[in-house]
């Protein structure tokens, strides 16, 4: 079950990430899009979305070290982004390095802002005691 609320919340920012998206493409000068086409795109961002956060129950395995759930996390977002991109044509499979790289940069620094909160906030705590 809690699988499926980690899902749900990915779902939750794969959509404003679906927003921002629409945003870019609006800036970039396109203006029309199929209705076919974005429904598409959509269901694409909420899957990505679903599967990422699903993966993040990853973390709730105690018994691994850090380092090993992170990059059992990375794999599978990596691939579950890449395997998306290709299939619902955002890159052509000849063009992977790119956004592979994207992707890993960005997974790169979400996970360090993650992670020097919550050591900032480990350090607090331990100096107020609580």
Do not use: E, K
Not at 93 to 102: A, D, T
Not at 104 to 129: E, F, H, K, M, S
């Amino acid at each position: 079950m809690r699988i499926f609320w980690y899902a749900c919340s990915g779902t939750g920012i794969s959509f404003a990430a679906f927003w921002i998206h629409l945003l870019f493409m609006t800036s970039a000068g396109v203006d029309a899009i199929s209705l076919p086409d974005l429904n598409i795109r959509a269901l694409g961002f909420l899957f990505l979305g679903a599967l990422i956060g699903a993966a993040s129950a990853i973390y709730d395995w105690q018994r691994y070290s850090l380092a090993v759930r992170t990059v059992a996390h990375a794999a599978l977002t990596l691939t579950a982004f890449s395997a998306t991109g290709v299939v619902l044509g955002w890159f052509p499979m000849s063009r992977l390095f790119r956004p592979v790289l994207l992707f890993l940069l960005i997974y790169a620094a979400i996970w360090l802002g993650l992670y020097l909160n919550a050591w900032l906030l480990a350090r607090r705590l331990n100096r107020t005691g609580g």
